[in-house]
């Protein structure tokens, strides 16, 4: 009980110190849209910033599990030799050079996507390069030749073992290496807030590193035991490359703050879509006014977009910030032209709870934003917001 209530005391402990995480992500979201004023009242509600914080820890998992799922499929290489053999030095050289080919292909893709080529002739290119690969990798692995060689002596000599065994290693590689593609997929959603646009040449140079990066750690598994550790020993050297490679990236000037910035939009706490509201406060409709908000003809409902909401404060302003947007100088030294981040210019209000309320319109043509049109009163069928009043009349029972 004594080494559980000690565990338990660290745990909370360590939690608490872990809440400075959310609460840096909150500043430096507040400082870009200039309202550092609501740090304080923000981050007074510590069940909003331990939610935060497991959010954000969940997307960093869910990162790091696709980034070394191709690893643990390279892995299973070892399993192929016998219990009281090493895996051979080269199955970790295979591995590496299996991630390379990954890449290749994926630029070969792009190209051939960006080309003038006729349909059939990519398709055709596209087809006969990713069914050599497997070919090579199965040759490179039969042959076993200096610097590759993954064949132990037994293996060697018995020639339907040879083959056997270099089927499996061929299935395990070529298994990580499609397991690469969701790698890549995983880090493409995350291309926009880096600044990437999706194409051009530092998309093509993420995706060529990223295939051969994500099996580093398996390279390193397969290496080590067979330098003669244990699968325990070799698993800690792979989780220190993981480890070191996002220190590295962290060093070369690569933010983490977009997947702080991803999960503020995740969780809500920053929206790019506008809401509907219902002002409560009847007597403030000309102050809102005065700011840009836009009302439903003569009623209390208007359009406005939450900025920023955490506990119980809420900024409402009248045009839309993507949270998520590309964020300048992400990538480092990597970074093409700064993403336009610019806040909006515009009118914002932090109201009390009382004072405005969320509602759901039936239709979407009482949403107003700037410079739409004049909404169409919605069928007698569907009723609420077509009897409004025209006189500042409250709306009907309904839209509570």
Not at 81 to 110: H, I, N, Q, W
């Amino acid at each position: 009980m004594s080494v559980f209530n000690g565990l338990l005391d660290l745990v909370l402990k360590m939690s608490a110190l872990l809440l400075v995480l959310p609460a840096l992500a909150i500043l430096t979201y507040l400082r870009t849209i200039h309202r550092t004023d609501l740090f304080l009242p923000a981050v007074t509600s510590a069940p909003g910033l331990f939610a935060l914080l497991e959010a954000t820890l969940i997307l960093c998992a869910a990162i790091l599990a696709s980034f070394a799922g191709p690893s643990l499929l390279a892995a299973q290489i070892a399993n192929t030799y016998g219990k009281d053999e090493r895996p051979k030095l080269g199955a970790a050289s295979f591995v590496l050079l299996t991630g390379s080919m990954s890449g290749a292909f994926f630029l070969l893709l792009c190209y051939l996507l960006d080309s003038a080529m006729p349909l059939w002739l990519k398709w055709t290119t596209g087809i006969a390069c990713g069914l050599l690969i497997p070919v090579l990798l199965f040759v490179l692995a039969w042959r076993s030749p200096r610097g590759f060689q993954m064949l132990t002596s037994a293996e060697r000599v018995d020639r339907k073992l040879r083959t056997s065994q270099s089927v499996k290693r061929t299935l395990w590689g070529c298994a990580s290496a499609i397991v690469t593609l969701s790698t890549f997929v995983t880090f493409s959603y995350l291309f926009q807030m880096y600044g990437l646009s999706g194409d051009g040449w530092q998309t093509w140079l993420v995706g060529l590193l990223v295939f051969p990066a994500s099996l580093v750690p398996g390279t390193m598994y397969l290496a080590r035991r067979s330098w003669g550790d244990s699968r325990f020993a070799a698993l800690g050297a792979s989780a220190i490359m993981v480890a070191l490679m996002i220190f590295v990236l962290l060093m070369t000037g690569v933010s983490p703050e977009p997947l702080a910035l991803l999960t503020m939009r995740a969780m809500s706490i920053a929206e790019k879509e506008p809401r509907t509201f219902e002002l409560m406060t009847h007597d403030e409709r000309s102050a809102w006014q005065a700011l840009g908000f836009r009302f439903i003809k003569d009623s209390y409902f208007l359009a406005a977009t939450i900025r920023f909401q955490f506990g119980d404060v809420r900024l409402l302003c009248v045009d839309s910030y993507d949270v998520a947007s590309p964020y300048p100088g992400a990538l480092g030294p990597l970074s093409g032209k700064p993403g336009k981040s610019a806040v909006p210019l515009t009118g914002c209000i932090t109201p009390l709870k009382e004072e405005v309320r969320v509602v759901e319109p039936p239709t979407t043509g009482f949403l107003l934003s700037k410079g739409a049109r004049e909404p169409q009163p919605a069928s007698s069928d569907s009723g609420t917001l077509a009897e409004i009043d025209r006189s500042k009349a409250v709306p009907t029972a309904k839209h509570n």
